[in-house]
């Protein structure tokens, strides 16, 4: 079945500090990838998608590149701030239309000042 | 303003007591699901809807039902509630999967404790 793995938080960086929070996912044909961001206290919101191989999804200075080659969807942000202090969700959605979205289980992410 | 609204969003409550979390959105979204969020375990999904009258089992189904009698709401339904569901649960919802790619939205939030 489809399956997202994202790495184990938390993760600690002081601001301006440069963010990678790697995913590989597992998915029969060619799923769309997703971040979405949690902020203290908030539902899930989207933060950026990509729905084909070579993709690159931006928002906020995130960024992450859908890389068919190596399963992956990395999320990257050259200097982060206080602000950017949540919990990421990597996931994946089956164009099949059948298979709900599937998620990682998540990365805490603490930027101090 | 487009959003997915639950209520309560903070409950505390018993064993055995039955208990309905509110969920409805405003987007005219066929697509409605519930998940719970437990530390270690991330996101799992209890149910879906994939439109009116069409429900099935997520991930973790068991101990809670569902029902889906109008497209903007879909109630969670727990008819003897255990201290291993004290949880965070999420309803969201999204246009029909499939057509093309689909983000879902998630509503804020409901905090259930059950002693």
């Known amino acids: 079945g489809n399956s997202v793995t994202q790495m184990e938080g938390p993760v600690t960086l002081s601001e301006e500090a440069f963010l990678t929070i790697n995913c590989t996912y597992t998915a029969t044909g060619y799923p769309s990838l997703f971040w979405y961001v949690q902020y203290p206290g908030e539902g899930l919101q989207l933060l950026l998608k990509a729905t084909k191989a070579d993709d690159k999804g931006s928002n906020k200075g995130f960024e992450a590149t859908y890389r068919k080659e190596t399963t992956s969807f990395h999320l990257e942000k050259g200097s982060v701030q206080v602000s950017d202090s949540a919990v990421y969700f990597c996931?994946?959605?089956?164009?099949?239309?059948?298979?709900?979205?599937?998620f990682g289980k998540g990365t805490r992410l603490s930027v101090i000042a | 303003e487009a959003q997915v609204t639950q209520n309560p969003r903070y409950l505390i409550t018993v064993t055995g007591k039955k208990l309905t979390v509110t969920c409805s959105q405003n987007?005219?979204?066929?697509?409605m699901s519930w998940y719970r969020q437990d530390p270690g375990l991330g996101l799992r999904q209890i149910y879906y809807s994939m439109n009116v009258e069409v429900t099935d089992k997520g991930d973790v189904p068991e101990g809670y039902k569902v029902s889906r009698k109008e497209k903007r709401n879909f109630p969670l339904i727990l008819e003897s509630p255990s201290p291993n569901q004290t949880s965070l649960y999420f309803c969201a919802s999204s246009p029909i999967p499939g057509q093309g790619s689909y983000e879902q939205y998630f509503g804020p939030g409901t905090r259930l404790t059950v002693t």
């Open positions: 987007m005219n979204h066929e697509y």
């Open positions: 996931a994946l959605s089956d164009r099949s239309g059948n298979t709900p979205l599937v």
